[in-house]
């Protein structure tokens, strides 16, 4: 997101806290009424998925950063069949890990995923 703001920003003008906190709060407030609306389930971070994280090495083989790689470990995990990211490359694991019901995990982009869902 940040790089996207540094990217839509001005040359001459330096990206700020200012433009960042309220576009921020944006973020969470759409995150939760789309939580909502496709009846999302919240899973919480728990010591099962910290070590299915810890042992995924073909996630750190792929150049996939920590953070992301606990995202796609937890779906595996939670049994997700969709991971919607903007992130290249998570969308470059589409198809490619199964989850713990043994089904193959989707990661696509936000309007593949509207599509997906409806």
Same mark, same amino acid.
Do not use: W
């Given at each position: 997101?940040?790089?996207?703001?540094?990217?839509?920003?001005?040359?001459?003008?330096?990206?700020?806290?200012?433009?960042?906190?309220?576009?921020?709060?944006?973020?969470?407030?759409?995150?939760?009424?789309?939580?909502?609306?496709?009846?999302?389930?919240?899973?919480?971070?728990?010591?099962?998925?910290?070590?299915?994280?810890?042992?995924?090495?073909?996630?750190?083989?792929?150049?996939?950063?920590?953070?992301?790689?606990?995202?796609?470990?937890?779906?595996?995990?939670?049994? /997700?069949?969709?991971?919607?990211?903007?992130?290249?490359?998570?969308?470059?694991?589409?198809?490619?890990?199964?989850?713990? /019901?043994?089904?193959?995990?989707?990661?696509?982009?936000?309007?593949?995923?509207?599509?997906?869902?409806?």
């Amino acid at each position: 997101m940040y790089a996207e703001l540094v990217r839509r920003s001005p040359p001459d003008e330096p990206v700020t806290k200012h433009l960042i906190v309220p576009i921020a709060r944006d973020l969470v407030t759409h995150t939760l009424i789309t939580i909502d609306l496709f009846q999302i389930q919240l899973i919480d971070l728990t010591r099962r998925i910290i070590d299915a994280h810890c042992n995924n090495l073909e996630l750190q083989d792929r150049g996939i950063r920590s953070a992301d790689a606990l995202h796609v470990t937890t779906a595996l995990a939670e049994g /997700a069949e969709l991971l919607i990211t903007t992130d290249s490359s998570l969308i470059r694991l589409d198809n490619i890990f199964e989850n713990a /019901a043994g089904l193959t995990l989707r990661c696509v982009d936000t309007d593949h995923a509207l599509a997906l869902l409806a």
